[in-house]
């Protein structure tokens, strides 16, 4: 089952930040909090992935807070192409299953 | 796309045939991956694999059957399609930064 809850759906406007929380309250020390999205019928696409500290690439920002039990994806500049199903998931890095979950549809509105 | 190709794209079956997917690799990735998404679910795992002719069951293995005979290549086997195996399949692969990284997805059909 997964081990992350996410609300089912947001809607941002365009150019917007989106935040898109994830609840984890279950995580154990050693596992990583990551996130994909999918758009349409794409496979899903890895965005960004951390552990405790916060973390920025070039698509997103990942906030941690400090007992590790929720998280937020960071969109700063939300685009039309960022609509998506966007997946928070914890892995231990062992090497098997990532648990998806059903997701947050988000939809960025003109 | 990490190289990744997925064989067929799509695929319309009768209950009852065999059905084999194909998933191919270019990265020498020691983890691959198949998974299934029906409406209304994520992705759910399927089989895994963890190198040449090692394999393991996922959450939804029951009907499935998978081979790895080269490092390359992760087949999927359906032995007797049935209709509630109708969904898209994702291959993945796992690299050295523990990111899995997606095919483009097959949509089979069984009528």
């Known amino acids: 089952d997964a081990k992350t809850t996410q609300p089912p759906s947001m809607d941002c406007a365009e150019g917007r930040a989106a935040n898109l929380p994830c609840n984890h309250s279950?995580?154990?020390?050693?596992?990583?909090v990551y996130w994909y999205r999918q758009i349409h019928s794409q496979g899903p696409q890895y965005i960004i992935h951390?552990?405790?500290n916060n973390e920025t690439n070039e698509m997103a920002s990942l906030i941690i807070t400090e007992d590790r039990k929720s998280s937020t994806l960071i969109l700063p500049h939300a685009t039309l192409r960022d609509t998506a199903v966007y997946y928070c998931i914890v892995d231990s890095n062992t090497g098997n299953q990532f648990y998806f979950g059903t997701g947050t549809s988000l939809t960025v509105i003109p | 796309d990490a190289g990744i190709t997925q064989s067929p794209r799509h695929k319309v079956t009768e209950t009852g045939t065999p059905v084999t997917l194909r998933c191919h690799q270019t990265e020498n990735h020691r983890y691959m991956y198949w998974y299934r998404q029906d409406p209304g679910h994520g992705l759910r795992l399927i089989h895994y694999?963890?190198?040449?002719?090692?394999?393991d069951k996922g959450e939804v293995s029951d009907g499935y059957s998978v081979s790895r005979s080269k490092t390359e290549d992760f087949l999927l086997t359906l032995e007797s399609a049935t209709s509630s195996q109708t969904s898209v399949y994702f291959c993945a692969i796992r690299d050295t930064y523990n990111e899995q990284f997606f095919g483009p997805g097959t949509r089979l059909t069984v009528l």
């Open positions: 951390g552990l405790k």
């Open positions: 279950t995580i154990s020390g050693n596992e990583y």
């Open positions: 694999s963890y190198g040449v002719k090692d394999t």
